[in-house]
């Protein structure tokens, strides 16, 4: 099988993450490495169907892996859904001689593989997401650095919001993950966290609690509130009416998706990156690579997006119990 593949497309799609380029630059020198040919494709699927498709080499993922972002750009492309865009790309692969893709992204671009890997290409997915949420993998590209960017950033709000003794709101980034708003709130000591897995929060008590917080003499409230919980101005409003306590909301937003990838993201990216191409020459198709129990591991995609997404209740519960 493995003399097989010649040529060996490579996309990024979705949100970008940090490491990306760690993990398109292992791609390449490793299938270099392995005697294949690389070709690169810009901008996701929406690149593939406008056959934006360019030779890669070596040295064109110089001086790339610390970069944040994507030098291959990445786009959603909605139409991709569409059977017949699916199969307009298989055959747009084959003419450009395309044996196998690897394609770096979070679950939407995972079904992008399937369904490519449904029309005869064969296909390997990396998982790069900050958001953490694809659930056959404890590592996915990005979450190590935005996390990182976002503890500094809480850090930070907490200095001032104890100089003035005030509540402050900090959005992260989680549509509908909260693994970004969760690990913050334990490495940054929250009094509370918002998840979009959780709508159980009762604002009542989160204002008694404030006001309890505040007669025992501590000095600030910080709250992490995940994008998919959202609305935090408003609620900052009806907080400080509530309680009497000065709140503030800062959204941190996109700044958690770019910046120099971590030592994790960096190794663990080019790792996969590695990876994918010696499962894509040894003949697999269909697989994501995944960090499971210390190692590196491939599983069937269909599998791993049947998987119910879930998120740590103990850690949740912890998150509680380490911030009275
Ligand atoms: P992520 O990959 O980060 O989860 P999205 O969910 O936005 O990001 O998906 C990225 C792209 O993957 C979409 O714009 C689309 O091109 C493709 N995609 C998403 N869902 C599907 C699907 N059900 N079938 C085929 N392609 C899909
Ligand atoms: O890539 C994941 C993510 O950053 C989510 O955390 C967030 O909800 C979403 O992408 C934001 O997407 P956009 O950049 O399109 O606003």
């Known amino acids: 099988m493995g003399n097989e593949i010649k040529t060996i497309g490579v996309l990024t799609s979705g949100g970008d993450a940090?490491?990306?380029?760690?993990?398109?630059?292992?791609?390449?020198?490793?299938?270099?490495?392995?005697?294949?040919?690389?070709?690169?494709?810009?901008r996701g699927y929406a690149g593939l169907l406008a056959e934006e498709i360019i030779d890669m080499e070596a040295k064109d993922v110089s001086d790339t892996i610390q970069r944040g972002g994507t030098i291959l750009q990445t786009a959603r492309c909605p139409e991709f859904k569409e059977l017949k865009y699916q199969i307009k790309a298989a055959e747009i692969c084959r003419k450009h001689g395309i044996d196998g893709i690897v394609i770096i992204g979070g679950d939407g671009s995972f079904r992008g593989a399937q369904a490519l890997a449904a029309q005869g290409i064969n296909t390997i997915g990396i998982p790069g997401t900050i958001d953490l949420d694809i659930v056959c993998t404890d590592y996915t590209i990005g979450f190590d650095t935005a996390v990182n960017t976002a503890m500094e950033a809480i850090d930070r709000i907490r200095d001032t919001s104890t100089s003035h003794e005030r509540c402050s709101?900090?959005?992260?980034?989680?549509?509908?993950?909260?693994?970004?708003?969760?690990?913050?709130?334990?490495?940054?000591g929250a009094e509370k966290v918002l998840l979009p897995e959780k709508y159980d929060y009762d604002e009542q008590k989160i204002v008694d609690n404030i006001i309890n917080n505040r007669k025992m003499g501590k000095k600030h409230y910080i709250i992490i509130n995940a994008e998919g919980i959202g609305h935090s101005a408003s609620l900052a409003r009806r907080i400080e009416a509530a309680t009497g306590m000065e709140t503030r909301a800062t959204i941190l937003g996109h700044m958690q998706r770019g910046g120099r990838p971590t030592c994790k993201d960096r190794v663990f990216a080019s790792t996969m990156g590695a990876y994918a191409v010696d499962i894509l020459c040894e003949g697999k198709s269909k697989r994501i690579v995944s960090y499971r129990e210390g190692q590196f591991v491939d599983d069937d995609i269909d599998e791993a997006l049947a998987m119910e997404k879930t998120i740590s209740e103990y850690q949740y519960k912890i998150a509680r119990n380490l911030a009275i």
């Open 169 to 188: 709101i900090i959005e992260v980034m989680g549509r509908s993950a909260g693994y970004i708003a969760l690990w913050c709130a334990i490495a940054n």
């Open 18 to 42: 940090p490491g990306m380029n760690a993990a398109i630059r292992a791609v390449v020198r490793q299938a270099i490495s392995n005697g294949k040919k690389v070709k690169g494709i810009k």
